[in-house]
């Protein structure tokens, strides 16, 4: 009788292991980035201040289910971030980037263009050559293999480059405002 009771009772449910990046990081986000409807991009702040430039989960690339056609780090004649080299403890060369700094330009198969913004300043210590070669993996695997760059806020900053930007749970309430507004409006 007693194990006939214990086969009814449920399993307990094993405890979700977190990701890397839930673990390591703090998601931060910018919505609307330059006043552009649901262009968001998600911020991965580290301890040790570093952040991961990636595309939300909103983002009209990976919602729509879009193609992309090509990546371009190319900002300008003049101005490529891959022309960024960084060496030595204070990262000598690298690119000082502001807020509204453009990263790359994601160009889709539907003649649609997006430009990727930092959101944060600080210096560009990498940008992801990957996505150049595999663009596919930014749709795929956005916030680990498919991020868009690497920056470093001033060490004076590293607390104020969050002012501004949103929580995980701010933005999902942004979301949900959204999805509220286009059902409301149909």
């Known amino acids: 009788m007693a194990t006939e009771l214990k086969a009814a009772e449920p399993a307990p449910a094993e405890p979700a292991v977190p990701s890397l ?31 991961v430039i990636t595309l939300a ?15 371009s780090y190319q900002i300008s004649t003049n101005c490529s971030r891959l022309q960024n080299k960084v060496s030595g403890k204070f990262k000598r060369g690298a690119q000082f980037l502001t807020e509204l700094a453009p990263l790359c330009k994601i160009y889709c198969s539907d003649g649609e263009e997006y430009t990727i913004s930092s959101c944060v300043r600080g210096r560009l210590m990498e940008v992801n050559e990957n996505i150049l070669h595999k ?29 501004g930007l949103l929580t995980q749970k701010q933005y999902e309430e942004v979301v949900m405002k959204r999805i509220n507004a286009t059902t409301a409006t149909s």
Not at 57 to 71: A, M, R
Not at 138 to 152: M, N
């Open 21 to 51: 990046v839930d673990r390591y990081f703090t998601r931060w986000y910018k919505a609307d980035v330059k006043g552009k409807p649901c262009e968001d991009h998600c911020i991965l702040q580290h301890s040790n201040r570093i952040c």
């Open 135 to 163: 663009p596919s993996i930014l749709q795929e695997k956005p916030s680990t293999e498919g991020y868009i760059a690497v920056v470093l806020p001033k060490f004076e900053e590293s607390k104020s480059v969050t002012e």
């Open 57 to 71: 989960e909103s983002h009209p690339v990976l919602q729509s289910g879009k193609t992309i056609k090509s990546i």
